[in-house]
């Protein structure tokens, strides 16, 4: 439940992928902000901010207005990233882009983007730069960032209310507080220390650490407790500079583990954010025989396995998605394995526990979205039997397609529904409440029905004729498809 209710918070407070551009400036808003001298001189860093357009068929929420920045270094008039090698990459709209609600102040999510930028994105050897962008509520006066306790002043720009500081990439975020002074409250988010109920319980140790099996830098861990659960957890992540968290690879972007504050997300797919302590680690005590599970992706080609394993656990072994095997690193209960995965439809990979009585367990799981079969209630004729509506009832799932076997007396149906993998594409479990919503689609028969009786295929059920003036009888607007065809794969 402390999953969901802080989901629930980040998408009140949070506008995320809104659209395909969730970001798009509305016009005479974009303009340059705050701004910041760079630690080792040269080129001075800059944000730039803008109230950005809702995507078709969005709206944001009420008395919420929305600011979005991104954050790099002044370069002819254009933002930029610059790496050692002296190479220059410009921001275009949408890359390295976070947005934010400025409504008001909330203890819950930090009004503030970090990072931590690597020398080369490719091969990382050291991290160079903190930046600490962010967006102050409408009614603050002042913000405040403690580094390793020396506290300073960030100026607050008075026309986009953002506000920027850039600091040695040695400043990790578990050294860094930030304090809002907004309409007589003052909120702070202490990354050592934790905003959302939960805090550390003991020391933050390493676990184990296995390489990437497409050759990046490899995944490490960090096993801790939660103080509140006084369970332990472990958390993965690529190894940059000898510390373990979020890399994206295509910015050198980083955020060291583990994460103690609701970051909000970058735009432009992989993030160093994620959901704070608690919450992004695998946290709990696995079954004798099990282990207790959770997937993360870190880019679109690997897909990272870590959790803990049961007492009677004695070794692990990760097949990919064409059966052949991967490296899994068991120190203790906990464990770190890799595959590469490309996450496409009815995309899966197994977990092969070998047990303490020799015996082996499978733990099958998807890494890309599945057409599951779903139970289904009525239909109807139509067109003279070339196409029957079918009828049931689900949750925000899509219908993805229908198989249908014509016997010489029955037509068996069998509806699909498109289920998303357990995780997203920056490591977030996906758990979100299902509204019971009623549904129609229309399925094309290879042959008139005839006189055939309609019974449900897998995972059967009884079924019906609809009755006059049931939802969905009279309306045209069901979903079309042709019985043996599946939605297109949007990966």
Same mark, same amino acid.
């Given at each position: 439940?402390? =999953?969901?209710?802080?989901?629930l918070?980040?998408?009140?407070?949070?506008?995320?992928? /809104?659209?395909?551009? #969730?970001? $798009?400036p509305?016009?005479? +808003?974009l #303009?340059?902000?705050?701004?910041?001298?760079d630690?080792?001189?040269?080129?001075?860093w800059?944000?730039?901010?803008?109230?950005?357009?809702?995507?078709?068929?969005?709206?944001?929420?009420? =008395? *919420?207005?929305i600011?979005?920045l991104?954050?790099?270094?002044?370069?002819?008039? =254009?933002?930029?990233?610059?790496?050692?090698?002296?190479? $220059?990459?410009?921001l275009?709209?949408?890359d390295?882009?976070?947005?934010?609600?400025?409504?008001? /102040? @909330?203890r819950e999510?930090?009004?503030?983007?970090? %990072?931590?930028?690597?020398d080369?994105?490719?091969?990382?050897?050291r991290?160079?730069? +903190?930046?600490v962008?962010?967006?102050?509520?409408? $009614?603050a006066?002042?913000?405040?960032?403690?580094?390793?306790?020396?506290?300073?002043?960030?100026?607050?720009?008075?026309?986009t209310?953002?506000?920027?500081a850039?600091?040695?990439?040695?400043?990790?975020?578990?050294?860094?507080?930030?304090r809002v002074?907004?309409?007589?409250?003052?909120?702070?988010?202490?990354?050592?220390?934790?905003? @959302?109920g939960?805090?550390?319980?003991?020391?933050?140790?390493? !676990?184990?650490?296995?390489?990437?099996? &497409?050759?990046?830098?490899?995944? !490490?861990?960090?096993r801790?407790?939660?103080? @509140? %659960?006084?369970?332990p957890?472990?958390?993965?992540?690529?190894?940059?500079?000898?510390?373990?968290?979020?890399?994206?690879?295509?910015?050198?972007s980083f955020?060291?583990?583990?994460? &103690?504050?609701?970051?909000?997300?970058?735009?432009?797919?992989?993030?160093?954010?994620?959901?704070?302590?608690?919450?992004? !680690?695998?946290?709990?005590?696995p079954?004798?025989?099990?282990?207790?599970?959770?997937?993360?992706r870190?880019?679109d080609?690997?897909?990272?396995?870590?959790?803990?394993?049961g007492?009677?656990?004695?070794?692990l072994?990760?097949?990919?998605?064409?059966?052949?095997?991967?490296?899994?690193?068991?120190?203790?209960?906990?464990?770190?394995?890799? *595959?590469?995965?490309?996450?496409?439809?009815?995309?899966?990979?197994?977990?092969?526990?070998?047990? #303490?009585?020799?015996?082996?367990?499978?733990?099958?799981?998807?890494?890309?979205?599945?057409?599951?079969?779903?139970?289904?209630?009525?239909?109807?004729?139509?067109?003279?039997?070339?196409?029957?509506?079918?009828?049931w009832?689900?949750?925000?799932?899509?219908?993805?397609?229908?198989?249908?076997?014509?016997?010489?007396?029955?037509?068996?149906?069998?509806?699909?529904?498109?289920?998303?993998?357990?995780?997203?594409?920056?490591?977030?479990?996906?758990?979100?409440?299902?509204?019971?919503?009623?549904?129609? #689609?229309d399925?094309?028969?290879?042959?008139?029905?005839?006189?055939?009786?309609?019974?449900?295929?897998?995972?059967?059920?009884?079924?019906?004729r609809?009755?006059?003036?049931?939802?969905?009888?009279?309306?045209?607007?069901?979903?079309?498809? =042709?019985?043996?065809?599946? &939605?297109?794969?949007?990966?």
């Amino acid at each position: 439940m402390r =999953r969901l209710s802080a989901l629930l918070a980040l998408a009140v407070v949070l506008v995320v992928a /809104l659209s395909s551009h #969730a970001s $798009e400036p509305r016009p005479g +808003t974009l #303009a340059l902000g705050a701004k910041a001298a760079d630690p080792e001189g040269g080129a001075e860093w800059a944000v730039r901010a803008w109230h950005p357009r809702a995507g078709k068929g969005t709206r944001f929420p009420r =008395r *919420t207005r929305i600011v979005c920045l991104q954050a790099g270094r002044l370069a002819g008039g =254009r933002l930029v990233r610059t790496f050692a090698d002296g190479r $220059e990459r410009v921001l275009e709209i949408d890359d390295r882009t976070t947005c934010f609600g400025t409504a008001g /102040l @909330s203890r819950e999510i930090l009004p503030a983007a970090i %990072e931590r930028l690597a020398d080369d994105p490719a091969s990382p050897r050291r991290l160079v730069r +903190t930046l600490v962008a962010g967006i102050a509520p409408d $009614e603050a006066d002042r913000v405040v960032l403690a580094v390793r306790g020396a506290e300073q002043d960030v100026p607050i720009d008075a026309a986009t209310h953002s506000f920027l500081a850039v600091l040695d990439g040695s400043v990790r975020r578990a050294d860094l507080a930030l304090r809002v002074h907004a309409g007589g409250r003052i909120v702070e988010f202490d990354f050592g220390q934790g905003t @959302s109920g939960n805090s550390l319980s003991g020391a933050v140790r390493r !676990g184990p650490e296995v390489a990437d099996p &497409l050759g990046g830098p490899p995944f !490490g861990s960090l096993r801790y407790a939660v103080r @509140s %659960e006084e369970q332990p957890c472990l958390e993965a992540g690529r190894v940059i500079g000898d510390e373990v968290g979020a890399y994206d690879a295509t910015w050198g972007s980083f955020l060291d583990a583990p994460t &103690l504050a609701h970051m909000p997300p970058y735009e432009d797919a992989w993030a160093p954010a994620g959901a704070p302590l608690g919450e992004s !680690g695998d946290c709990g005590d696995p079954e004798r025989d099990d282990v207790s599970l959770r997937i993360q992706r870190f880019d679109d080609r690997v897909a990272v396995f870590q959790g803990l394993a049961g007492p009677d656990v004695r070794a692990l072994e990760l097949r990919g998605p064409d059966g052949s095997p991967y490296p899994v690193a068991l120190a203790g209960e906990a464990f770190v394995g890799a *595959t590469p995965s490309s996450g496409k439809l009815n995309e899966r990979a197994a977990l092969v526990m070998t047990l #303490a009585n020799g015996r082996r367990r499978v733990r099958r799981v998807a890494l890309g979205p599945q057409d599951v079969p779903t139970r289904w209630d009525s239909y109807t004729v139509r067109r003279g039997g070339r196409v029957l509506r079918i009828h049931w009832g689900s949750g925000v799932t899509p219908f993805s397609g229908a198989d249908v076997k014509l016997g010489r007396r029955t037509a068996t149906v069998t509806i699909f529904e498109r289920f998303a993998p357990t995780f997203s594409d920056d490591g977030w479990g996906i758990f979100y409440p299902q509204p019971l919503l009623t549904k129609c #689609a229309d399925v094309v028969l290879p042959r008139p029905l005839g006189g055939r009786r309609v019974i449900a295929g897998r995972p059967g059920g009884a079924v019906r004729r609809s009755r006059p003036g049931e939802p969905f009888v009279a309306n045209d607007g069901c979903p079309r498809m =042709r019985a043996g065809t599946r &939605l297109p794969d949007a990966g």
